[in-house]
Nanobody, 115 residues
Framework: QVQLVESGGGSVQSGGSLKLSCVAS????????MAWSRQVPGKARELVAS???????DYGPSAKGRFTISRDHAMNAVYLQMNSLNVEDTATYYC?????????WGQGTQVIVSS
């Protein structure tokens, strides 16, 4: 079956950096858009960044200038480099990939930023 597995979350101090990774299996996402979203308990999930198969990138307002999305089609993976983290970035981060007219989601990786 199709699976997306995130890794790289953890605890970091404000101003620090983390790089999240997401590897997909069970389907080839190299011709599809993949994305990162995040969610805080009690709030709606918000898009952080997306990247199409051709390299078109969209960033959510919270990510612009601080986060960088990238992909490795050979690895069927998507990455999120997060710099200048602040406490408002604390959330569970999810990767997703669009395939077969639906979105597949990973289980999430938690990021905690302390002041």
């Amino acid at each position: 079956q199709v699976q997306l597995v995130e890794s790289g979350g953890g605890s970091v101090q404000s101003g620090g950096s983390l790089k999240l990774s997401c590897v997909a299996s069970g389907a080839d996402f190299s011709t599809n858009t993949m994305a990162w979203s995040r969610q805080v308990p009690g709030k709606a999930r918000e898009l952080v960044a997306s990247m199409s198969s051709s390299g078109t990138i969209d960033y959510g307002p919270s990510a612009k200038g601080r986060f960088t999305i990238s992909r490795d089609h050979a690895m069927n993976a998507v990455y999120l480099q997060m710099n200048s983290l602040n406490v408002e970035d604390t959330a569970t981060y999810y990767c997703s990939g669009n395939k077969y007219a639906r979105a597949f989601w990973g289980q999430g990786t938690q990021v905690i930023v302390s002041s």
